[in-house]
């Protein structure tokens, strides 16, 4: 495959993930009031991971690589469990479209990251691409920054931890599982996700989140389970491991703008000209916040 060839491929991933991640803020609002914070993180991750066994069993058969369990597990808590908890809550406090905005910091943590502790070598470029892409997040407020803070301290405040955790979990992702097939990355994480999130509501006595009693949870659970959690996983890690985490994060500046389409195209939402210029600046943030190389290798540790 050439290098052009891949390089689509892996901006065709970026787009399509933002559409998937897009939608599933949505989801999550509508499964918190119906099964609490734990219970969306157990659903959307059961029904992820369910969703994605079979293909993953079938290559394992396959190829008979051994699983690096450790670093799986690691990874799932950092980069799936406890990010999708603090989202989770993080939507019984703010808005969903402040949720999606605010989840635009993790590319700007993965540059900083990868500068200080993964030695990714970061551009001066990349830098100027982050903050082309945060404007283009402040344009689509148009120039109200404020309104982030209109909601729960506590909402910004685990949408922005949650956001860390993103980007930690990149790096990782990239350093310890390279030689790992997403499907066998995204499976065990979002079963790592799951036990989690089950153990919590169990923990706070959320009997409530086994309970499905209306068609409309069904729905959200489907849509953020087997397409949010388990397409887009797969979707993810791909980027993380043909590319860089730090490309990989980049779907986070998209993930307001298609959030705002699913809303006009769903809701009849007005899609201003705040949006498209925000649009047209956060599409020349994230080309130039993707570097000039897309294939980044992992550096190698010695010692």
Not at 8 to 37: D, E, Q
Not at 43 to 59: E, N, S, Y
Not at 172 to 194: I, M, Y
Request: charged share 10%.
């Amino acid at each position: 495959m050439s290098k052009q060839e891949n390089t689509w491929k892996l901006f065709a991933a970026l787009f399509g993930l933002s559409a998937i991640w897009g939608l599933s803020f949505v989801f999550i609002k509508i499964l918190g009031t119906n099964v609490g914070v734990a219970g969306v993180v157990f659903w959307r991750c059961l029904a992820g991971a369910f969703v994605l066994l079979p293909f993953m069993i079938l290559q394992q058969r396959k190829t008979r690589k051994k699983i690096p369990w450790i670093p799986l597990i690691v990874v799932g808590i950092i980069n799936v469990c406890i990010p999708w908890l603090l989202i989770s809550w993080s939507e019984t406090l703010i808005p969903s479209s402040t949720a999606s905005i605010l989840n635009a910091t993790t590319p700007l943590w993965a540059l900083l990251l990868g500068a200080v502790f993964f030695k990714t070598n970061a551009t001066f470029r990349q830098f100027i691409g982050v903050c082309i892409g945060f404007i283009g997040i402040v344009i689509l407020l148009e120039w109200r920054i404020d309104v982030l803070w209109t909601g729960a301290f506590v909402g910004v405040g685990t949408m922005l931890i949650a956001t860390f955790c993103y980007a930690l979990g990149s790096h990782l992702t990239k350093r310890w599982l390279n030689g790992v097939s997403v499907l066998t990355t995204a499976t065990v994480t979002l079963f790592v996700g799951a036990i989690g999130g089950g153990l919590l509501a169990v923990r706070e006595s959320q009997a409530s989140f086994l309970t499905i009693d209306s068609i409309e949870t069904v729905l959200a659970i489907i849509g953020l389970g087997c397409l949010g959690s388990g397409v887009a996983q797969v979707l993810y890690y791909y980027m993380v491991s043909a590319g860089s985490a730090q490309f990989a994060t980049n779907v986070t500046y998209l993930i307001p703008v298609t959030a705002i389409g699913w809303g006009a195209f769903l809701l009849d939402e007005i899609i201003s000209l705040y949006t498209l210029t925000g649009l047209l600046v956060i599409l020349v943030g994230v080309y130039l916040a993707s570097g000039r190389k897309l294939y980044v290798r992992p550096s190698v540790r010695k010692g």
